[in-house]
């Protein structure tokens, strides 16, 4: 073989493999690097650009995509130990023409971590409107979306600053109480019982910690790879301890129900997505007997959130923590952006109120506000409503 033509093989083959080396490189000794490069990729390909914003001494980080237009922006919401990034999963099926804000969370990831700030839940919905004010989101009405922590603070926000909000998407808020315990709660009290409060579920320091965390917050079970976990934890501990913190002033007195204290104040719109098997916490329902002047006798025993005007609850089968992006938009927030019309195509409800039951028939005028001719929900979903109508969409109640 020519010598030339040998040198071209040498010299090819030693570029190919540079990439190939420094990939496994990261992989087997930074992994951490390798998903930092992951989401700086998924930004990019996107549309997502990283800015940041500044009220008096305190710096918020934020990525976007769009400009307002004729549709309302969409502020979004992270939940506890996340950061904004968590919604290019979702990101990826939302239409290109809409403006979407993701945010840092208070303390998480590039916004500005204080040891003086407020961390409730109410405090944290006061750095959001900040966070409004400045970048001027609220020159007209938005949607918000939060999900976890980010759906408790949220709710709260739209309780204290109803004239920012066109209308809201909740997934899998915390702040909430419950009649049943959660796998999740019942780790909690052991944990409060044996007063050891390094070993809290949701801030892992080993790989097997991450791995249970990830069983915990998902329902489909897949083997992420050793040094995945090992690089998923590196990204978190040096926060950790940020994160107990943190942990213990959501679940003090001040902000473990802070949501469910503000319910009636909450004027706008209002979309629920809940995990049907989610195991952080379980979906709110009263018991039997449960009096409350905000709720019709019909729902009462059934979901609390009939005490939102306009309330739609989706329930999705087979999810925990957070749905599946795809479903989130083409069954969720789909019907929120744009689809027209939101009547019980699957038939009317019938008295008593329950789990995929309407209260009642017909179509209340709330539902309309959310659209949409084909989102048809091929398993149970419930729309309440603070009125006496109440219908099921996807399926005639049984």
């Known amino acids: ?235 978190r501990i040096p926060h950790n301890d940020f994160y107990r913190k943190l942990f213990l002033e959501i679940a003090d007195e001040k902000s473990r129900h802070s949501l469910h204290e503000n319910m009636s104040k909450i004027k706008a719109p209002t979309q629920v997505i809940w995990g049907k098997q989610d195991q952080v916490r379980s979906l709110l329902r009263l018991p039997h007997g449960t009096a409350s002047p905000s709720l019709p006798v019909s729902t009462r025993g059934s979901t609390a959130w009939a005490m939102l005007p306009g309330c739609v609850l989706l329930c999705v089968k087979l999810a925990h923590v957070c749905p599946h992006p795809q479903w989130v938009w083409t069954r969720g927030l789909g019907g929120v952006m744009g689809r027209k019309s939101m009547g019980p195509e699957g038939g009317e409800g019938r008295a008593g109120a329950g789990e995929g039951e309407g209260a009642g028939g017909g179509q209340a005028p709330a539902q309309q506000a959310w659209a949409g001719k084909r989102n048809k929900v091929p398993a149970k979903r419930v729309v309440l409503a603070t009125g006496k109508r109440c219908a099921v969409r996807g399926q005639a109640a049984r």
């Open 1 to 235: 073989m020519d010598l030339d033509v040998l040198n071209m093989f040498v010299i090819a083959g030693g570029t190919l493999a540079i990439p190939i080396l420094a990939f496994v490189a990261s992989f087997l000794l930074w992994p951490s690097a390798l998903i930092r490069i992951y989401y700086w990729y998924w930004r990019r390909a996107l549309g997502m650009q990283v800015r940041y914003a500044n009220y008096d001494d305190y710096q918020f980080c934020y990525s976007y995509r769009g400009r307002p237009g004729y549709r309302p922006s969409i502020l979004m919401l992270h939940g506890f130990s996340a950061h904004k990034d968590m919604w290019l999963s979702i990101v990826k099926f939302l239409p290109k023409n809409l403006h979407l804000v993701c945010v840092d969370m208070p303390g998480h990831e590039g916004t500005t971590r204080s040891a003086l700030d407020d961390y409730s839940i109410s405090g944290q919905a006061k750095r959001i409107h900040q966070f409004v004010e400045c970048i001027k989101l609220n020159r007209r009405p938005f949607h918000l979306v939060g999900t976890s922590m980010g759906g408790n603070v949220a709710g709260v926000y739209a309780a204290q600053y109803p004239e920012d909000i066109c209308s809201l998407t909740l997934i899998c808020p915390a702040g909430l109480p419950s009649t049943t315990d959660s796998k999740f709660i019942k780790q909690l009290r052991e944990l409060q019982e044996s007063k050891c409060i390094d070993r809290i579920p949701l801030i892992p320091s080993t790989p097997e910690e991450m791995a249970d965390m990830l069983k915990l917050c998902s329902y489909v079970r897949f083997k992420v790879p050793q040094q995945i976990l090992q690089g998923l934890v590196d990204v």
